[in-house]
């Protein structure tokens, strides 16, 4: 519903100046001794109307050019006396004049045609116009302006925000996506290179030469597909300086708790189901799925209590890391943990390999992060 309020005002905005102004003309030929109520008073309407539809073209045109209504307004007061389409006139002068000096040249200007004496009216009410209709709706416009500024403002930096959050969340998809293709480079190219090394020594020691052939062929194409797999890896890009090494598996999980440990954190782990061989991939995303949330412990959370635990199915692998409520001091659960976008590149990991991940704050404080691996 307040969306929709606020779309419809967002619609119809622009055109309630105007017809506050075609009011401000209409009103004043209904007031007795002005309009229908007095004597040949339909002569007085149609002037009224005239007024109200000349004020309401030139209100809708103030953005732009504010003389018209100016003059509009001038002509009106001195005809008519100061009525309601001089407080108009004043709400829009607010925003049409920048400059302190040119407002309250209007502001005095627009304060002497207010109390200008008229017949029948005391001269204590004739100064008591200018608050009335120029001073409040002055201070009124000056400050929907700054709102308006300020509004604007805050949806720019929101839109500037979300794109930025949207660069963030893509460029870490990309560089997980390419770490990823380097790990199963690595993966790949180990495999196929001993593929490579035994079709050569069966090529060399194979007696029958149609054995010798098929071996030769095996290891053409090995060599074949590691030639292609490092042009993949030569296209994403370089390792950034960082050494070639080995990526980690469960098996080096103990040394990073054991690294947390060293830092503060009170850090428990368990193991459940029976032990088995799991694919190297899915090994290596779930030492990244701890490492990753071992990290936004130590940034967001402190030393605090925390829980990995391993849980090994028959078709599954299940992670899952906990930390308890931070100390006083420290932001809240969940908070601060910036753009997410190591979060967002554990995801992509994730679901790369067929899983499912999860992470978020827990119902009586602290954060979890949890992934299933197809085994």
């Known amino acids: 519903m307040l969306a929709r309020v606020r779309g419809s005002w967002e619609r119809l905005g622009p055109w309630a100046p105007a017809a506050a102004a075609l009011g401000a003309g209409v009103l004043p030929g209904l007031w007795p001794g002005h309009g229908l109520l007095a004597p040949g008073g339909v002569p007085g309407l149609l002037l009224a109307v005239a007024f109200g539809v000349a004020g309401a073209a030139a209100a809708r045109l103030a953005p ?21 389409l001089l407080a108009v ?6 925003a049409a004049f920048p400059r302190p000096a040119r407002l309250a040249a209007y502001a005095a200007a627009a304060s002497v045609l207010a109390a200008l004496p008229r017949p029948g009216v005391e001269l204590a009410s004739a100064l008591g116009g200018a608050p009335l209709l120029v001073w409040l709706p002055l201070a009124l416009g000056l400050w929907a302006g700054a709102r308006r500024q300020v509004v604007a403002g805050l ?28 790990d199963m480079h690595d993966v790949l190219a180990h495999r196929v290179s001993l593929m490579v090394l035994r079709a050569g020594a069966l090529e060399i020691n194979a007696a029958d030469p149609a054995t010798a052939a098929e071996a030769e062929l095996i290891r053409a194409t ?40 060293a830092a503060g954190v009170r850090l428990e782990r368990r193991d459940e189901g029976p032990g088995g061989d799991l694919p190297v ?17 130590h940034k967001h959370a402190g030393p605090v209590r925390a829980r990995v635990a391993l849980r ?21 659960p969940g908070a601060g943990f910036g753009a997410g976008t190591g979060l967002v590149g554990l995801r992509e990991r994730v679901a790369l390999l067929g899983g499912e ?8 404080g602290g954060f979890t992060v949890q992934a299933r691996f197809p085994a």
């Open 222 to 261: 090995g060599k074949e597909a590691l030639t292609q797999l490092r042009a993949v890896l030569e296209v994403l890009g370089p390792r950034d300086g960082e050494p070639h090494r080995p990526q980690p598996t469960l098996a080096d999980l103990e040394d990073l708790l054991e690294q947390s440990r």
């Open 64 to 84: 732009v050019r504010l003389w018209p209504l100016l003059a509009l307004t001038a002509t009106d007061a001195l005809w008519r006396g100061p009525g309601p």
């Open 155 to 182: 949806r720019e930096r929101a839109e500037r925000l979300e794109r930025e959050q949207a660069a963030l969340a893509g460029r870490a998809r990309a560089q997980e996506r390419a770490r990823i293709a380097r």
């Open 281 to 297: 991939m899915v090994q290596h995303a779930a030492y990244r799925v701890v490492q990753e949330a071992l990290t936004n412990i």
């Open 312 to 332: 090994r199915l028959p078709a599954a692998l299940e992670v899952t890391v906990t930390n308890a409520p931070p100390p006083p001091g420290r932001p809240g």
């Open 357 to 364: 991940f999860a992470a978020g704050p827990m119902p009586g």
């Open 89 to 94: 006139t004043s709400y829009l002068a607010a």
